[in-house]
């Protein structure tokens, strides 16, 4: 059975640069099948997707999100990254990370999510 | 969000409720890629729909989309209390990205 396990800092200060990091175990991250995906949910608020990556480092981000979003991947230790810079209050949420079936482009719909961990940003 | 639901939708037990998500021809209308998930409070969602109307393994059959022009729906049926959660579409809109919606709170009476 896929798992996905988030894990990093859980307070980060305002400006600075918040790294989270995925390891999924039970699946290969170098399949051809999926992207892999950074979701966050802003607390009582919606769902807002921040970008995916393939495990060839191609990346796709949120154009709302755009200049901001760094996402990695490690193919050997079957994690993929992400950083998210100049951060203010308003990116405290608690951030999943994800899989994304594809087809070609197309990212079809997301199947497996991790727990989500909540990253506060606060002084 | 990229993609409209209304706020909250109730429903009797055993009766019937469904959510709409309105996109644009650039997403729900362009592509038979729109996605519902089920949120528990405190919990990850949960995919109850892919590809506009295919349930996944394990996922009630009272469950199923549709989709007509802009606008993606959810019907359940037969609703139950533990139906009673949080609700999100979601949509592929163009150059490998994806939009949710903004969610709907399921009240079941």
């Known amino acids: 059975q896929l798992q996905l396990q988030e894990s990093g800092p859980g307070l980060v200060k305002p400006s600075e640069t918040l790294s989270l990091t995925c390891t999924v175990s039970g699946g290969s991250i170098s399949s051809s099948t999926y992207y892999w995906g950074w979701i966050r949910q802003p607390p009582g608020k919606g769902l807002e997707w921040i970008g995916g990556?393939?495990?060839?480092?191609?990346?796709y981000y949120n154009p709302s999100l755009m200049g901001r979003v760094t996402m990695s991947v490690d193919t050997s230790k079957n994690q993929f990254s992400l950083k998210l810079s100049s951060v203010t209050a308003s990116d405290t949420a608690v951030y999943f990370c994800?899989?994304?079936?594809?087809?070609?482009?197309?990212?079809?719909?997301?199947?497996?999510w991790g727990q989500g961990t909540l990253v506060t940003v606060s002084s | 969000s990229a993609l409209t639901q209304p706020a909250s939708v109730s429903g009797s037990p055993g009766r019937s409720i469904t959510i709409s998500c309105t996109g644009t021809s650039s997403d729900v209308g362009g592509y038979n890629y729109v996605s519902w998930y089920q949120q528990h409070p405190g919990k990850a969602p949960k995919l109850m729909i892919y590809d506009v109307s295919y349930r996944p393994s394990g996922v009630s059959n009272r469950f199923s989309g549709s989709k007509s022009g802009n606008t993606a729906s959810l019907t359940i049926s037969g609703l139950q209390a533990e139906d009673e959660a949080d609700y999100y579409c979601?949509?592929?809109?163009?150059?490998?990205?994806?939009?949710f919606g903004g969610g709907t709170k399921l009240t079941v009476l």
């Open positions: 994800a899989r994304h079936p594809r087809f070609g482009e197309f990212l079809k719909t997301t199947d497996y």
């Open positions: 990556i393939y495990y060839s480092g191609s990346t």
């Open positions: 979601s949509s592929y809109k163009g150059s490998s990205t994806l939009a």
